[in-house]
């Protein structure tokens, strides 16, 4: 049997292409890089696609040829420059179906959420709503999946925070942290999807996935603190208030095409918190927190991980900071600051050398904002770094006796650039 996953390179969407695959299946994926993708998972036949631009029934025509089964895992939190929510998890859904319908697909499973109570307004789940009602009304048969909290061996999203705000030193600062939290864990939500596949769940169900166990974020956060193996924490309440600066912020940057879990999408589903109002089905998830994480004991890089995931947009932030006033200072007075270049240069070249150079610094510092030229933003710091060591050290070797000179300065700069590109990755 053929099976199509949306979403199969995400963190759900990848534990049920291992599922599957184990389960025998011949699984395709759609991906935005496919060579990469067949890199890390060479079992799986890839296929580029991007869903924001299948939004035609005639989009998926050579895509759903000789599948039986479609799985759509795919999903995204809030609009942004990467992310257009109408499209991807709305539009290209319905025209997916109606193109099912002559593809001769068999079934498709979707991967949803509860999309009432706290954010059932926001696109995040009126979205979902929208594929749900129509998938339910297109005839297809169909298994809709609402899982809780996904934890399992990788993090993403709202489990990468969980991890992140588990490894803050001497207490745990956290927003609603009384909420509820339900789980369940990935290998149980791919066992579900594998059960749909091979009949064991009836074709029209809707359900809930959720361990039996209860937290609070509170405990949950506690919980995976002590995995990390560190000493318990007391917890900081923080007003909702005082956060709304940070979704703010966060909001901003995904605008920027990064996607951070803290943004207003998120703040407001975890006002009433993640739980569920049916009682999942006997059979179906049965691992607790505490067992998902035991299954998979911890190593120094989730320590590492934990850390360093919260200290990547002050990284970001930081490094475009300093590029940018690196270049605008010196346009205040570029007289003054082209007098390194006179011993070698007109002034008028001096300064036009100089006018330039600033203008490279600033290029480099806004473009390292933008989430798609990040990485070739890092790498044109790096070259323009060197480049700049190598110039200073030929024109000007004494800067480099000056240990707060421009020379010096310019190597903790590699190493954060260096350093911000090792963590840069979102899956």
């Known amino acids: 049997m053929n099976i199509l996953i949306l979403g199969a390179t995400g963190f759900i969407g990848s534990a049920i292409a291992a599922r599957l695959l184990a389960d025998g299946y011949t699984v395709t994926g759609l991906a935005r890089n496919p060579d990469r993708a067949w890199v890390r998972q060479p079992a799986i036949r890839w296929i580029r696609a991007d869903l924001e631009k299948m939004t035609n029934v005639a989009d998926w025509a050579s895509v759903l040829e000789g599948q039986h089964v479609v799985v759509n895992s795919a999903g995204a939190l809030q609009d942004g420059l990467s992310d257009n929510l109408a499209a991807t998890q709305q539009r290209a859904m319905i025209a997916l179906q109606q193109a099912a319908r002559s593809a001769g697909v068999t079934l498709i499973v979707q991967i949803s959420a509860r999309t009432d109570g706290a954010g059932s307004s926001l696109p995040f789940l009126a979205t979902k709503r929208a594929a749900d009602i129509a998938l339910a009304a297109s005839g297809l048969p169909y298994v809709i999946l609402r899982p809780s909290l996904v934890l399992g061996r990788n993090a993403h999203g709202g489990t990468a925070l969980l991890r992140a705000l588990a490894s803050f030193p001497l207490a745990l600062p956290l927003i609603h942290a009384d909420s509820p939290v339900e789980t369940v864990a990935a290998e149980d939500v791919a066992s579900a999807v594998s059960a749909a596949i091979s009949g064991a769940l009836p ?90 994480l035991t299954a998979h004991p ?68 806004a473009a390292v904002l933008l989430r798609p030229f990040a990485r070739r933003a890092l790498l044109g710091m790096i070259a323009v770094s060197l480049a700049y060591l190598a110039g200073g050290t030929v024109l000007e070797p004494a800067l480099w006796l000056d240990p707060l000179g421009p020379l010096v300065k310019v190597l903790p700069l590699l190493l954060l650039t260096l350093a911000a590109l090792a963590i840069l990755d979102e899956r």
Not at 298 to 311: N, P
């Open 203 to 292: 074709s029209g169900s809707d359900i809930e996935l959720a361990a039996e166990e209860r937290h609070t974020l509170a405990s949950l956060v506690k919980l995976n603190r002590a995995w990390l193996g560190l000493p318990d924490a007391p917890v900081i309440s923080i007003p909702p208030a005082i956060a709304r600066p940070v979704s703010w912020l966060a909001d901003i940057t995904g605008h920027l095409g990064w996607r951070s879990p803290l943004r207003s999408t998120a703040m407001t589903v975890m006002s009433e918190g993640v739980r569920m109002d049916r009682p999942t089905p006997s059979g179906l998830p049965t691992l607790s927190a505490a067992e998902t």
């Open 298 to 365: 911890s190593g120094v890089q989730d320590l590492w991980f934990a850390r360093l995931y919260l200290l990547k947009a002050p990284v970001i932030a930081g490094l475009s900071l300093f590029w940018l006033l690196s270049g605008l200072i010196p346009l205040l007075a570029p007289a003054q600051a082209s007098a390194h270049f006179l011993p070698f240069l007109p002034a008028g070249a001096a300064v036009t050398v100089t006018v330039l150079t600033c203008l490279i610094d600033i290029a480099l510092g």
